[in-house]
């Protein structure tokens, strides 16, 4: 089954404790940081649309990349719910083919981390600058190898709500750098007291910060901003989450 085909339909249940509002005010920040004024954002790997729906709300032109065709179905009904206009595009982000150039993009909550196989980085980061503009942004970020070995590593989390349920097995695999998560899932079938149970395994790879660098510059991008997580403190040894804001050379 592949990631994220019955997780979409309850993804936003359990994540509602991710702050996305604090995330994207810090976007804003970052913008404002380096005096760039988006005209066309991409939002690849935008899931449900927790990023891109805010921002089209505040004004900003907004198009979503996302290479599950199930977790773009719940962002286009929130979308149209709200009567948004939100361009939608199933896209692996390896082959990244956009019907325009866009000077920034965004990607966020450990998409790029999805790319397990050896050069998948690099190809990922060369095809996002040639759907840049000239002098374009990406701003992303990335789980960290220590997060893989000493947070989600060999742990077991669970979430209940009224009506649905998922346990998340993680086991890490240090000599290959790869994350297994393995989530079931139990969902009260509609009018009826009983649940439907299903699984998935989704898999992350952790990248040294000297990898992603390397790619990055391979790409042609240049870092103007490296980060700890969502503030603009410097990374450190325990940080969980790395946040790159980098511009086509």
Known sequence: MDAYEVFAKTYDTFMEEVDYPSWIAHLEAIWKRF?????MICDLGCGTGNVAIPLLQKGYAVMGV?????MLTQARKKAMDLELQ?????????????????????SLCDCLNYLTEDGEL??????IKE????NGWFIFDMNTPYKFKHVLGNQTYAATTEDAAYFWENTFDEEENINEYYVSFFSKQEGRETYERAEEYHYERAYSLEEIQGALTEAG????????????????????????VVQVV
């Open 122 to 127: 690099l190809e990922a980061f060369q095809g």
């Open 221 to 244: 991008f240049t870092v103007k901003g490296l980060y700890d997580g969502y503030s603009f403190a410097p990374i450190k040894e325990d940080s969980e989450r790395f946040v790159f």
């Open 35 to 39: 005096d760039v004024q988006p005209e």
């Open 86 to 106: 939100l361009p939608l595009f199933c896209q692996d982000m390896v082959e990244l083919d956009l019907p325009m150039y866009v000077d920034c993009m965004i």
């Open 131 to 134: 759907n840049l503009c000239e």
């Open 66 to 70: 996302d290479n599950s065709e199930e």
